[in-house]
């Protein structure tokens, strides 16, 4: 075909595709399916878009195995009790291809596994189908996954670098190990990892700065005590809420359960950053309500989690701005227990804490304290500039 | 009444409650009836190490303290993984082989946190003979029908945000009428609400105490024919129509907030201070005492009852009493501490505490002739925190690990 021709019967020639793609059953196919999750993606909360999801959900597990990618393509964008949703479809689509003993497509599912911009869990829900019927394209897929967003996956190539460094002491020089413990440590997210590869590297005569990894604030002014009998004082708006958006006045005087309360400065050396309430008072205060301010120096106008642990209740202001409460006495305490959504500013940021101990007598409920750390969403420390 | 009417009678209420469920079926946490008694023939003898009278054995994919259910030829179990216990699991089984139908993963919505002791998959589901409703201590609901095909899943504390309990929630759902009901009792969002069964609906929503709470709650046919569910707390006991949410009865009791009311023969027990029984027949408007004892208790395994006798299981001391008037006619130490309320069957107590050692305690005679000892006792190796299910003459325990069947696999001399 000379140019001529083509440039003469191009714009036909690309309507007549256009015409068979739509009417081909491949297409129809595709459109149905993304109709089909875009209404699971509409469910909303306490049962909104549940009729219409139903019917959804039957249509999209009945699909043959080669749309399990297209289903898996849904995941975007939806929320939590979708993807779930969506995940029943993709069990159901899959179970069936094995029963039945029909592969799965092996090749597109690995392609979705490491391409980034796919959901999340649906890369997971991916990756795991993939290891049900190949186990041995596990060690292909780790590299992909060090840096992942989904702290599944990065667990898993976490866990191979921990391997690999522990099956290195034998033969490798102390540093070389320590390098690899190191590398493991800064790609990991979960506590039991991180807490394994900071044992073997200072059991190797490494250090690890501990709270700097997890972006624990360690510095803090706390006063205390203000009343909270019978578990009243929560909502109260004591004097140093009117500090939650200023400098602190460290000579400035409160009056609190007792008279002529000061602000004063505590450092955490605990190694997850706990600061202890019943340690800096001796007096062990119950039905009593202390106070913790911070300041921490962005470089940038940001969106980070304040993420705390606590066992008393609590509540957390950043700028003056309330940002969560939570009224919860003794029921245990870890990291990351309680996660908001925080917008720093470039610059000075005041963050407050309001911890809550009631009057329990049971020796289960004396503990008074909190841990915060600043991180984002998939856990990573974000540090102020002056750390 | 003869064993015969009773059986009768408590096959009637069992199909006006659930329709679907057989009588073979133990279709939710202490089985169909709310009251743990099995006709199943149940081995008095088992080890674990040599096989024997292990029907199988089946490895889970996570922990959970949730006992397993039977519906037909199929046992389903849940469990919870991941570094938070965020990772839901159901999963079938049939009976016969062990062999693993189908297994379903979701994701938690609320919050995973629990005693180490404990799992995110704490309650046991319960069945209505055709779905399935699986919950977790996260407080999310999963519908399924019995080959996994998803029906409709709900993240309660997606919707209200602020329930949950990091030491772990625990009481199991229930089916009444035409709904799946769920107490979320906690220091947060607490409430007790009612899910259509086919829809995935809320159809009411009763805010309750906020105290940590891990009671289950029950069900009854109110003498007025309506299918009732009782919720026990610290507050008191309540009674709502299934149905519709309207309160039937509310009685300021002051209950346990570990063990789970028990219906038998229209009498109710609860712990509250010790065990008071309540005459649920009257048509008085509130149930009337008809008997309480301090000295009776329980304290994490809830009761059981048969007959004229009634089975209470306070720290390591099993109790047997008259189930008429709250007289001990017994009582055995046990080792160790418990979590998994007994099965009664065959005139044997099959106590497991949370260490896996199953103790099973022979009854001898009814009545206040009444004596107890203990027969046999199986290490299973395993911490056990859920209560057993027994159908098809066999048991089906759920370790931290596996799920077992237990069973005559050879042949009684």
């Known amino acids: 075909m000379n140019l001529s021709i083509a440039t003469r019967y191009f714009p036909r020639t690309i309507a007549i595709t ?104 649906a890369r997971l829900t991916a990756y795991e189908w993939l290891l049900r019927v190949n186990p041995k394209l596990k060690e292909s897929l780790l590299p992909h996954f060090l840096n992942d967003s989904s702290l599944e996956l990065r667990r898993d190539a976490v866990e191979s670098l921990l391997q690999k ?44 700065d501990l709270p ?43 009056e609190g359960k007792i008279p002529n309360l000061k602000w004063k400065s505590t450092a955490s050396e605990e190694r997850f950053g706990i600061v202890d309430f019943n340690g800096i008072y001796p007096d062990k205060y119950k039905g009593a309500i202390a106070y913790a301010h911070t300041t921490f120096e962005s470089s940038s106008a940001q969106n980070v989690q304040l993420r705390l642990g606590c066992i008393n209740a609590n509540k957390i202001w950043l700028n003056g701005k309330l940002l969560t409460r939570n009224n919860v006495y003794h029921a245990n305490m870890m990291i990351d227990q309680y996660i908001v959504n925080a917008p720093l500013k470039k610059g000075t940021n005041r963050i407050l804490l309001k911890i809550a101990q009631n009057e329990q007598e049971e020796s289960w409920a004396q503990r008074w304290e909190f841990q915060l750390r600043v991180c984002d969403t998939n856990g990573t420390a974000v540090l102020a500039i002056d750390r | 009444m003869t064993h015969r009417i009773k059986l009768l009678t408590i096959t009637a209420l069992l ?60 046992v389903f179990v849940t469990a919870s993984g991941g570094v938070n216990q965020q990772r839901l699991y159901v999963l079938c089984f049939d009976v016969t082989s062990g062999k693993q139908l189908w297994r379903r993963d979701f994701w938690a919505t609320g919050r995973t946190y629990s005693h180490p002791t404990s799992a995110n998959a704490a309650p046991t589901p319960v069945s209505d003979g055709k779905l399935i409703f699986a919950f977790y201590s996260s407080n999310d609901l999963i519908c399924l029908d019995l080959d996994g095909n998803l029906k409709w899943y709900r993240g309660l504390a997606h919707d209200y945000p602020k329930a949950g309990n990091d030491v772990g929630m625990a009481a199991s759902p229930v089916v009444a009428g035409n709904v799946v009901i769920v107490q979320i009792e906690n220091q947060g969002d607490s409430f007790a609400c009612a899910i259509d069964k086919n829809s995935g609906l809320e159809v009411w929503r009763k805010p309750r105490d906020p105290r ?65 029984k309540l005459d649920l027949n009257s048509s008085a408007e509130k149930p009337k005492v008809i008997w309480a004892v301090n000295k009776l208790n329980a304290n994490g395994a809830s009761p059981v009852v048969l007959g004229d ?86 048991l089906f325990i759920r370790s931290d690990k596996h799920l077992w069947k237990v069973t005559n696999t050879t042949k009684v001399k």
């Not at chain 2, 009685?251 to 038998?264: A, D, H, I, R, Y």
């Not at chain 2, 050692?357 to 006792?377: C, F, H, M, T």
Request: glycine share 10%; hydrophobic share 40%.
């Open chain 1, 212 to 254: 700097r990894h997890f972006g624990f604030l360690l510095d803090w002014h706390v006063i205390a005590p203000f009343d909270n009998t019978n578990a009243k004082g929560l909502d109260v708006d004591y004097s140093p809420e009117q500090e939650a958006n200023r400098l602190i006045d460290s000579d400035a005087t409160h």
């Open chain 1, 18 to 121: 256009l015409v068979v793609l739509l009417y081909s059953p491949v297409h129809c196919v595709a459109v149905e399916i993304g109709e089909l999750t875009a209404t699971i993606r509409n469910i909303g909360p306490k049962g909104e878009g549940h009729v219409a999801a139903q019917q959804a959900w039957k249509s999209l597990a009945a699909q043959p195995v080669s749309e399990l990618v297209a289903v898996l393509d849904g995941f975007h964008g939806a929320n939590q009790l979708a993807t779930n949703w969506l995940r029943g479809a993709v069990d159901a689509i899959a179970q069936t291809a094995l029963n039945e003993s029909i592969s799965l497509p092996e090749n597109e599912l690995q392609a979705f596994v490491i391409e980034h911009d796919n959901a999340p869990l």
């Open chain 2, 212 to 276: 940590a709470n891990w009671s289950s709650p029950t069900t009854y046919t109110h003498h007025n024919g309506a299918p009732t569910v009782i919720l026990q707390s610290g507050s008191g006991l309540n009674a709502f129509d299934a149905d519709t949410g309207a309160s039937i009865w509310d009685l300021g009791l002051s209950c346990g907030t570990v063990c789970s009311p028990l219906v038998v023969n229209n009498a109710l027990y609860v712990t509250s201070g010790g065990i008071t």
């Open chain 2, 15 to 74: 199909l006006t409650l659930s329709p679907q469920v057989t009588a073979e079926d133990w279709n939710g946490f202490r089985g169909p009836q709310g009251n743990p008694v099995s006709s199943s023939q149940l081995p008095l003898e088992w080890d674990v190490e040599k096989g024997t009278n292990i029907g199988w054995k089946s490895k889970l994919p996570g922990r959970g303290v949730s006992g397993p259910i039977v519906v037909g030829n199929r």
């Open chain 2, 309 to 394: 006798n009634f089975y209470a299981l306070a720290g390591a001391i099993a109790k047997g009493a008259n189930s008429n008037t709250g007289e001990i006619l017994w009582q055995l130490r046990l080792k160790g501490r418990f979590w998994a309320t007994p099965i009664l069957a065959d005139q044997h107590l099959y106590f497991i505490n949370q260490d896996g050692l199953v103790q099973i305690v022979e009854l001898d005679g009814d009545g206040d002739s009444q004596a107890a000892s203990i027969v046999s006792v199986i290490d299973m190796g395993e911490p056990i925190l859920g209560t057993p299910a027994a159908a098809d003459n066999a």
């Open chain 1, 165 to 208: 460094a522990k099956l290195s002491v034998s033969d490798s020089q102390p540093e070389t190990v320590i390098d690899a413990y190191r590398t493991a440590l800064n790609h990991a997210r979960d506590l039991d990892q991180i807490d394994e590869a900071t044992k073997q590297i200072t059991d190797l005569g490494g250090k690890v």
